[in-house]
Nanobody, 126 residues
């Protein structure tokens, strides 16, 4: 049974940093694109970022470029989201998701990702 578990969310002041982790179990995703999405209350899912199977290539949503970094440790079956210079508008539930095998990091729709975690809340206070 495939399971993705996010951790690291919490409450942070504007300008602060947080690092989210997402660990997969049930199978190895070292050859899959791994992505992060977020959903704020009353809003649709928003693509945050994705990393290629090797982690050598990344793609980010416009609203987080230059502030967020996606990385992965395939030996640990874990993907990370480093978030810096956080803003109140970054407040959302953050989800990790599995994309295609050796797939494209340029896929940014949530229906292009298969397995999803349960999400972790990030709240940025002003």
């Amino acid at each position: 049974q495939v399971q993705l578990v996010e951790s690291g969310g919490g409450l942070v002041q504007a300008g602060g940093s947080l690092t989210l982790s997402c660990t997969a179990s049930g199978r190895t995703f070292s050859s899959y694109v791994m992505g992060w999405f977020r959903q704020a209350p009353g809003k649709e899912y928003e693509f945050v970022g994705a990393a290629s199977w090797s982690g050598g290539s990344t793609n980010y949503g416009d609203s987080v470029k230059g502030r967020f970094t996606v990385s992965r440790d395939n030996a640990k079956n874990t993907v990370y989201l480093q978030m810096n210079s956080l803003k109140p508008e970054d407040t959302a539930v953050y989800y990790c998701a599995v994309g295609g095998r050796y797939g494209s990091i340029w896929k940014i729709r949530e229906d292009e990702y298969d397995y999803w975690g349960q999400g972790t809340q990030v709240t940025v206070s002003s």
